[in-house]
């Protein structure tokens, strides 16, 4: 079995800023291309959210002890991304496989 580790990133703006967000992100990214050695996308996202505001969503897999690179990474291009976008809000968190979260317990994980 493949063990994961998960970073899940969440960016709330409203739909008025969408451009000047994107913006950004294509800025971020000309700067600050992504580095494989710490995390791979799996998978980016947009929605509408409540209010009328829009939800980007992303999705990487964590290089095996990069989680503290990863969230380090990300909280930098969140406040990057915030600076100058009234309403921005984000969310980032590290989710661990099932299995590594029984270890932290120093338990064995069930079969499911």
């Given at each position: 079995m493949r063990i994961i580790t998960i970073l899940f990133s969440?960016?709330?703006?409203?739909?008025?800023?969408a451009n000047k967000v994107a913006k950004r992100y294509i800025d971020w990214l000309k700067d600050n291309p992504p580095d494989k050695t710490i995390e791979t996308?799996?998978?980016?996202?947009?929605?509408?959210a409540e209010n009328g505001n829009i939800l980007a969503v992303s999705m990487a897999d964590i290089v095996k002890g990069k989680e503290k690179?990863?969230?380090?990474?990300?909280?930098?291009?969140?406040?990057?991304?915030?600076?100058?976008?009234?309403?921005?809000?984000?969310?980032?968190?590290v989710i661990l496989d099932f299995q590594e979260a029984y270890k932290?317990?120093?338990?064995?994980a069930p079969e499911v």
């Open positions: 969440r960016v709330w703006f409203p739909a008025d800023q996308n799996v998978r980016i996202g947009v929605l509408s690179e990863a969230l380090y990474n990300v909280t930098k291009q969140n406040v990057f991304l915030a600076a100058g976008i009234e309403g921005l809000k984000y969310k980032s968190e932290i317990l120093n338990m064995t």
